[in-house]
């Protein structure tokens, strides 16, 4: 085998090695991603143009998350950082909570030579994986300094055994 063939090889190789791994990443953090897309209602366009502009937007951002599962109640803290309480929009299905919401941020500050301006906007959605049944009748959800919790009552809560064995 010549030089050039083995290298060909190898690079082939490590191509598959880095498509493999970003695979692998993209279904790790799938969860984790939230896609932030424009909310503009004066754009018509259609279906298919929408669709296309998502896989072409690069609008991802990352909202942290954490769920907590104790006997009889899962909880649920996003954080979502300047944002107003009646931004979201909370529901669940199945066994995932799906939290939607839209940014409109605006800011705008002057001192001495420097002006900053920034702004952050459009819709987004976050799905999350419930680790148990809940009653989302008797959910609960309070959004302060920038994070948001979602109290869920689990429907039949688990209590926990402790179980001895006793080794012969």
Not at 99 to 127: L, M
Request: with cysteine; hydrophobic share 35%; net charge negative.
């Amino acid at each position: 085998m010549t030089t050039f063939q083995q290298l060909k090889q190898n690079i082939g190789h490590t191509w598959e090695n880095i498509a493999e791994g970003w695979d692998h990443l993209t279904r790790k953090a799938s969860n984790a991603i939230t896609r932030f897309t424009s909310s503009d209602p004066s754009v018509d366009i259609s279906e298919e143009e929408h669709r296309e502009l998502l896989n072409r937007n690069a609008g991802w951002g990352v909202m942290a998350a954490e769920v907590f599962d104790d006997d009889d109640r899962v909880v649920v803290r996003v954080e979502a950082p300047g944002l107003d309480a009646k931004a979201f929009d909370l529901q669940v299905i199945d066994d995932v909570l799906v939290i939607r919401g839209e940014k409109n941020i605006q800011r705008e500050h002057t001192e001495g030579q420097y002006h900053v301006k920034e702004c952050a906007y459009g819709r987004f959605e976050r799905v999350i994986g419930l680790p148990d049944a809940v009653d989302p009748d008797q959910a609960k959800a309070e959004y302060k300094k920038g994070i948001l919790r979602i109290d869920l009552p689990k429907t039949i809560p688990n209590r926990r055994k402790t179980i001895k064995v006793h080794v012969s």
